[in-house]
Nanobody, 124 residues
């Protein structure tokens, strides 16, 4: 069992930056691939970024590639999402999730543990 708690969301102007954190409980954190997803009002949840168990491989959606960076610190049981050059269309609730396996995927069906989400609002 893994419990996930996100933090770091807030209100920021377009062009600004935010860093989201996701703290995980459980001794097997390093066994899981981790992902970030987001859901805007009236839209389906979408993949944002993912990282494999070691942090050596990362994956991004086309909409955030080059602006967002996912990383993890297994010693701290934490995964991060650094978000730069934020746009109004990045406004959403952001969720972190732990995958079924060590290799990440872009499908939310492959993630078994989810945090409660943190709101990110980008004003234009």
């Amino acid at each position: 069992q893994v419990q996930l708690v996100e933090s770091g969301g807030g209100l920021v102007q377009a062009g600004g930056s935010l860093r989201l954190s996701c703290a995980a409980s459980g001794r097997t954190f390093s066994s899981y691939a981790m992902g970030w997803f987001r859901q805007a009002p009236g839209k389906e949840r979408e993949f944002v970024a993912a990282i494999n168990w070691s942090g050596g491989s990362t994956y991004y959606s086309d909409s955030v590639k080059g602006r967002f960076t996912i990383s993890r610190d297994n010693a701290k049981n934490t995964v991060y999402l650094q978000m730069n050059s934020l746009k109004a269309e990045d406004t959403a609730v952001y969720y972190c999730a732990a995958g079924r396996w060590a290799i990440p995927t872009t499908s939310d069906a492959d993630y078994v543990y989810w945090g409660q989400g943190t709101q990110v609002t980008v004003s234009s």
